[in-house]
């Protein structure tokens, strides 16, 4: 049988009333106090009604993601590293992750996320991917609802994020890669109504530009972040009559794609075209050959995301509303060596 609280006020003497605002730390009880119900209760096993507190502060203890999946998220390494750390991070704040997927841009998108909102069935949404122009967010900021984003928009509405510099990112692999005497260098871009695929091609022509290489369109080419998305339009550079001698990638699972493009070829990656990624996934340091990358700690990411909105849920106001992280090339044997 379950040990309530009047079983601990019935044990160390004080009201029902006295105890429940001990273990839920309300200042009007002194702290000698507060320690000796929490202890007895503790030793009696007492368990809190987890829905009752809820439904008392009119809260879930739940946060909710919506997975941006085009494909089966589960295979997509970046998803689950950031599922992770969203998921612990909230476990740290003793909260609940709510998961759901839905293919980005489809008719359906809005209602899940109207689910999500109206039924209260969380507290408040982490967003990823976002986009240029993002109704997601635009949806959430007019309903006041609590909602931080791993990346930015390109309108002014103020809300919360997370995101890493993208344009830093692919500036130091493609001023590395001219290092190692490229000139003709490829780029698998990511889909363009993603904000970071912006930033991203911004980094690419900077670097072009600041070296005096010009930009050739030919070698620029949309990708869909899946690794046959990238053997595909790897293939399309290899045709080209003047192929490129590396390429950098919108993402690791592309470049996985474009590196298995390259050796059907008999091309040996590393030595015959150098191939760079973007995210440094658990698997980027697997593959053969293992691949460099641009390092952004997902995991740590998704984890800092849900503690800061948990705290926005709270009422609390975070030490940094709007954080940009600053990425790491790591280099591996894809690239080949200076």
């Given amino acids: 049988m379950s040990v309530t609280l009047k079983d601990i006020a019935r044990k160390v003497g004080y009201s029902v009333t006295t105890v429940s605002r001990a273990l839920n730390d309300y200042d009007d009880v002194s702290e000698e106090t507060k320690q000796l119900i929490k202890r007895v209760a503790q030793e009696m096993g007492y368990h809190p009604h987890v829905i009752a507190q809820s ?11 919506i997975v941006p999946a085009t494909e089966r998220y589960l295979s997509d390494p970046y998803f689950l590293e950031l599922l992770a750390g969203i998921g612990d991070g909230a476990a740290s704040c003793d909260f609940d992750l709510l998961v759901s997927t839905c293919k980005p841009m489809c008719p359906k998108e809005r209602v899940v996320y109207e689910r999500m909102v109206q039924g209260r069935r969380v507290d408040g949404i982490v967003v990823a991917r976002t986009r240029c122009d993002d109704e997601r967010i635009a949806y959430l900021v007019s309903e006041g609802f609590p909602l931080i984003a791993f990346g930015r928009i390109a309108s002014e509405l103020d809300f919360p994020y997370l995101d890493v510099d993208g344009e830093e990112g692919v500036c130091k ?26 930033h991203r ?38 045709d080209l009559e003047e192929p490129p001698t590396a390429v950098v990638t919108g993402n690791d699972l592309m470049a996985f794609g474009a590196m298995e493009a390259a050796q059907e070829r008999g091309l040996v990656v590393g030595r015959d075209i150098a191939v760079i990624g973007f995210d440094d ?37 975070p030490a940094e509303r709007q954080i940009i992280l600053r990425p790491e090339l790591v280099v591996r044997e894809s690239s080949g060596v200076r």
Wanted: hydrophobic share 40%.
């Fill in 55 to 65: 439904l008392q502060r009119r809260r879930t203890n739940t946060v909710g993601f």
């Fill in 173 to 198: 692999a493609v001023k590395y890669l001219i290092g190692l005497g490229h000139q003709r260098i490829g780029f698998i871009a990511p889909s363009t109504y993603l904000m970071f695929a912006e």
């Fill in 201 to 238: 091609l911004a980094g690419y022509k900077l670097a072009l530009q600041g070296n005096s290489l010009e930009l050739d369109p030919a070698l620029v080419i949309e990708g869909n972040l899946t690794q046959a998305g990238g053997h595909q339009r790897m293939g399309q550079l290899l």
């Fill in 281 to 317: 996934v658990p698997l980027a340091a697997h593959f053969r050959p293992t691949l460099t990358t641009i390092r952004q700690p997902i995991y740590d990411i998704g984890k800092k995301l849900s503690q800061i909105l948990i705290e926005i849920i709270k009422g609390e106001e």
